[in-house]
């Protein structure tokens, strides 16, 4: 199982950016992929989660109305579409898969990818 996360970078505030999630040797029908994130100093928290079967989506308030993340079954890869961006979204970006569970727990997920980081500021 791989999961390979890309698409992070360096963006003013207010600005817009899209990490892509591709991942492979997973029934993905079964699983749900989520994304975290981890900021300097702080703990690994939750950002958003897709089911793959149904696409129902789940978000963190804090990126709630500003991130939206979506999948792509010809593709195997979940995109979040990141919008407005603000100085406190800065952090390492991480998908993972999970079979289970609630969707805004890290230890549902028993798949990780590398982190891609994203930097948001002037």
């Known amino acids: 199982v791989q999961l390979q996360a890309y698409g992070g970078g360096l963006v003013q505030p207010g600005s817009s950016l899209r990490l892509s999630c591709v991942i492979s040797?997973?029934?993905?029908?079964?699983?749900?992929i989520g994304w975290f994130r981890q900021a300097p100093g702080l703990e690994r928290e939750f950002v958003a989660a897709i089911t793959w079967n149904l696409g129902t989506t789940y978000y963190s308030d804090s990126v709630k109305g500003r991130f939206t993340i979506s999948r792509d079954a010809a593709q195997n890869t979940v995109t979040l579409q990141m919008n407005s961006l603000k100085p406190e979204d800065t952090a390492v970006y991480y998908c993972a898969a999970a079979r289970a569970g609630n969707s805004y727990s890290q230890s549902s997920y028993g798949y990780w990818g590398q982190g891609t980081l994203v930097t948001v500021s002037s």
């Open positions: 040797g997973l029934a993905l029908e079964k699983n749900n």
